[in-house]
């Protein structure tokens, strides 16, 4: 028997997700949760096996710092309406066993719940395609352009010191800019 948590600041899904799962015969739902309080505190009460966790929660503690504080502890499936690739990276860095949109039917989400729950993953193309590619390291000339972002240079002083043409800088950065998610030169530096 899969011992569920459902961790989701909505009534109505924590409750419809409830009633669609709580019919399922190797499936018993331990209780929900619509907070990080009450979503620790059930955690550590019921142990499940697996938590399926909205990705963004009311409040100032999300999904995935319930998560992160709970690793290692129940696998659990990031849920979210968001495809945005910085919430896979995220979700894959703090030990998520999978991740769905809200937009999963109930046979996804049952067949992610089980997988997970068996030891595997439930990862889309998408989001193992996002992962790879974010967590892949930079290239040595990238990582030149980078160290010298660092130290404050601007793309036209990058390009003299490197010998390229600044267009060349440019492209490089917002090719990272892409892989990593990010939007400034600052945040890229940090990623």
Do not use: W
């Not at 909205?54 to 709970?70: N, P, Q, W």
């Not at 990031?78 to 979700?91: G, I, N, R």
């Amino acid at each position: 028997m899969i011992r569920l948590a459902i961790i989701e600041d909505h009534p109505a899904i924590a409750e419809g997700l409830t009633a669609l799962l709580r019919g399922e015969p190797d499936v018993t739902v331990v209780g929900t949760a619509r907070d990080s309080v009450a979503a620790n505190r059930l955690i550590e009460a019921q142990s499940p096996d697996v938590v399926l966790c909205d990705i963004r929660l009311t409040g100032t503690v999300d999904g995935l710092e319930i998560l992160a504080s709970h690793t290692p502890g129940p696998a659990f499936i990031m849920l979210s309406a968001y495809s945005y690739p910085s919430y896979y990276v995220a979700a894959v860095k703090y030990g998520a066993k999978g991740y769905l949109s809200k937009m999963a039917d109930i046979e996804q989400i049952l067949t992610a719940v089980r997988a997970v729950a068996d030891g595997g993953t439930a990862f889309s193309a998408a989001v193992r395609r996002a992962v790879r590619t974010a967590l892949r390291p930079p290239t040595p000339r990238e990582a030149q352009i980078l160290a010298l972002v660092a130290e404050g240079h601007a793309n036209a002083e990058i390009a003299e010191r490197l010998s390229l043409g600044l267009k060349t800088v440019e492209s490089q950065l917002r090719r990272m800019f892409d892989r990593y998610d990010v939007t400034s030169r600052t945040s890229l530096v940090r990623v």
